[in-house]
């Protein structure tokens, strides 16, 4: 999904107390946090702002919100905005704990991804932050802002679901075998003891063309700016299998249908209309879920695109799974108006395939208004 996205230095916002000056994804800056993870992250805009955390989703970094993230700092330089990557992620660290590499899931659960963020915050001294979270880190956001409401002013879940039910399993295998099941034949061939044994390799130790196969399945997204497609694949490929392994067997395990009833903070879902691993019946299901919530709590869901998933279940001409790649400057503009306002903007946002550009129709937006 992208082809070089080489986030060049973004401007940062003049402003008395700006923050520090992690703003270039080849020198990101990084905070040890007490969970054990070292995590890299990159920080624009003044640090005495509203502070917003953008947070990736699986196998993939802080560079998928990028084009998002400087949209969002040049509609509003006035934020205080950080990208992070997450455990295993990007160039954060692995966490280190004794049983993780016989026991991935064990280390890649939700809650140690939303521990994570509360540490960072904590590192960062910031009291409480706005989160946007794509797919997995749409999970994580919900579980931050369930489990820590105190610190979540607003969350943003971009691609989400209250489970992932797309991911079909195969009999008798383990859980992340639709995705790793190739690598892990070839490790397994040359005497690579599973999963411990591929907890520190990449998929390129499996198959050197990782990367092309990942992006050409995994990261897929024929209306996204092929840039960002081909820039993330080769990051992709270099994760770790042990995060391949405990972040799915962690998103597999997720499932807030009951627990969103008791959900105290403002929130913001997008979803795709071709969104091909968040279906329409899993958004029926969010729905429902968030209505549970309190009458007063203000939350809204907002369709992109205009036409469904093909029967072919892949995203072909309209806005799929990645939302803020194929029209980050609108997710952005919706970013800002909830931060703002409590509500996203009115417009509707679909993908012309003829002209290849993004389409704005104001104050037509296909919207849901579910609390209050």
């Known amino acids: 999904m992208l082809r070089t996205l080489l986030l060049a230095v973004l401007v940062l916002a003049a402003a008395p107390a700006a923050a520090e000056s992690c703003d270039d994804i080849s020198a990101k800056c990084t905070a040890p946090l007490p969970t054990g993870i070292t995590m890299a992250y990159l920080e624009i805009g003044p640090a005495n702002g509203p502070t917003v955390v953008l947070v990736h989703g699986l196998t993939d970094s802080l560079r998928s ?19 992070v990557d997450q455990r295993g992620h990007g160039d954060s660290s692995m966490p280190d704990g004794a049983d993780c590499p016989a026991h991935p899931e064990t280390c890649f659960r939700m809650a140690d991804f939303a521990a994570d963020l509360a540490a960072f915050l904590k590192a960062k001294k910031i009291a409480k932050a706005s989160f946007a979270g794509h797919s997995l880190g749409s999970f994580v956001v919900q579980e931050l802002a369930l489990s820590h409401p105190e610190l979540v002013e607003r969350a943003v879940l971009v691609a989400t679901a209250t489970r992932l039910t797309t991911l079909a399993p195969i009999p008798g295998a383990p859980p992340e075998e639709p995705l790793v099941g190739p690598w892990r034949k070839a490790l397994e061939a040359n005497g690579i003891r599973y999963p411990d044994g591929a907890w520190s390799l990449t998929p390129r130790d499996a198959d050197p063309s990782a990367a092309a196969t990942i992006a050409g399945a995994w990261d897929a997204d024929p209306v996204a700016d092929q840039s960002i497609v081909l820039g993330i694949a080769p990051e992709t490929a270099h994760v770790r299998l042990g995060t391949w392994i405990g972040a799915t067997r962690g998103i597999l395990a997720a499932d807030t249908t009951d627990r969103l009833a008791t959900l105290k903070v403002p929130t913001l879902v997008l979803w795709g209309c071709q969104d091909s691993l968040f279906l329409a019946a899993d958004q029926d299901r969010l729905k429902a879920a968030l209505r549970r919530a309190s009458p007063r709590l203000a939350i809204f869901w907002k369709q ?3 036409k469904p998933l093909p029967p072919s279940g892949a995203q072909v001409d309209d806005i799929g799974h990645n939302v803020q790649w194929d029209a980050p400057d609108q997710v952005a503009a919706d970013i800002d108006s909830f931060l703002r306002q409590g509500k996203p903007t009115t417009d509707r946002v679909s993908f012309d395939p003829e002209t290849r550009q993004i389409v704005v129709k104001r104050g037509e937006a296909e919207e849901m208004r579910l609390r209050p």
């Not at 990028?66 to 700092?73: G, I, N, T, Y």
Request: net charge positive; glycine share 4%.
């Open 65 to 83: 919100w990028s084009p998002a993230m400087r949209a969002l700092h040049r509609i509003d330089p006035r934020l205080h905005i950080l990208a």
């Open 304 to 306: 992109y695109g205009t």
